[in-house]
């Protein structure tokens, strides 16, 4: 039934996202230090391209969201090979938000500056943090977790906070909290795909067929059996169509004529994804 895989190019710049660029920018010599977030399940896709340009060289922590729904050997393997230019912090922001690294690494980066301020007959000051990542990474979460109280506005959907906000998180630290960004044509669509299917791009503007069909396929080559544990699904046709009886039957998605439902199983395969349903995942892999 699906002979759109691909067929669809993905790309999400509202007008919100440039204009955060822009205002990145602007303040970015205000800023001593970044927080890129990027989530655990996606740690290719979700990693803004063209973040060297945007944040120049300021110091910067690598915050890897998500951890607790990721499957751990496969993100970490991804992981490895970033040790090498960040300090990492992996970390589930959910049950286990063990903030006090964050903090502790922020006020040693910042150490130097405030020396050199003081020196100069200076006050010292908190360090001005930007935090930065694409939609829906848990960045507003994290801040909540560090700030200790809800500060910043969070929701399981990309394009949660809409303009930048400065948020202060104690007497050492002061955070800027901005609006997930993507860039304006996302030339891998594998990535595309992989960030949708992850709920980091707006659904109304996503083809849910092309979406769910991505989903299946990456579930059926990386998870098999997670695959068949939800769906009792154990192969996969060139065009879906078996899947999509199987699941249209178990579910009971049918139209009124007592057809397949393809629209309204392409939604429920989506949001069993959004919803957990298939724990441990991690649709990145390094090219082989
Ligand atoms: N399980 C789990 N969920 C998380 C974690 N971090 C964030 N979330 C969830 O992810 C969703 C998005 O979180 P937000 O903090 O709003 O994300 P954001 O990056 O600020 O999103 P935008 O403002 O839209 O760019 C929320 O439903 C959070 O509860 C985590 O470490 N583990
Ligand atoms: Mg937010």
């Given at each position: 039934m699906d002979n759109r895989q691909n067929s669809t190019n993905i790309n999400w710049y509202p007008g919100h996202m440039a204009k955060t660029k822009r205002e990145i920018a602007e303040k970015i010599n205000l800023i001593d230090i970044v927080y890129e977030v990027i989530d655990a399940r996606m740690p290719i896709s979700s990693k803004i391209v063209d973040i060297d340009n945007l944040i120049k060289n300021k110091p910067r922590l690598l915050i890897v969201t998500k951890y607790d729904l990721c499957d751990k050997e496969a993100t970490d393997k991804i992981l490895k090979i970033y040790e090498k230019s960040y300090r990492i912090i992996k970390i589930d922001?959910?049950?286990?938000?063990?903030t006090k690294e964050i903090i502790n690494i922020t006020k040693k980066l910042m150490q130097p500056l405030n020396e050199k301020r003081k020196s100069q007959g200076m006050k010292e000051r908190p360090a001005r943090v930007l935090i930065i990542g694409v939609p829906n990474v848990g960045k507003s979460t994290l801040i909540n977790r560090l700030v200790g109280k809800k500060s910043a506005t969070v929701g399981?959907?990309?394009?949660?906070?809409?303009s930048l906000n400065w948020i202060r998180i104690n007497k050492d630290v002061e955070l800027l909290d901005t609006p997930g960004i993507l860039w304006p044509?996302?030339?891998n669509q594998e990535n595309a795909h992989v960030l949708a299917s992850l709920s980091?791009?707006?659904?109304?503007?996503?083809n849910i067929n092309d979406i769910a069909a991505f989903i299946l396929r990456k579930l059926f080559s990386l998870y098999p059996e997670k695959l068949k544990a939800r769906y009792q699904i154990e192969t996969l046709t060139a065009d879906l169509s078996e899947a999509y009886n199987k699941i249209a039957q178990k579910r009971k998605?049918?139209?009124?004529?007592?057809?397949?439902?393809y629209d309204k199983v392409s939604a429920l395969i989506i949001k069993d994804l959004k919803d957990g349903y298939?724990?441990?995942?991690?649709?990145d892999r390094l090219e082989k």
């Open positions: 922001l959910i049950k286990n938000a063990n399981n959907r990309p394009g949660v906070t809409k044509k996302i030339e980091s791009i707006k659904e109304e503007i996503l998605v049918f139209t009124k004529g007592g057809l397949v439902d298939f724990p441990n995942i991690t649709f």
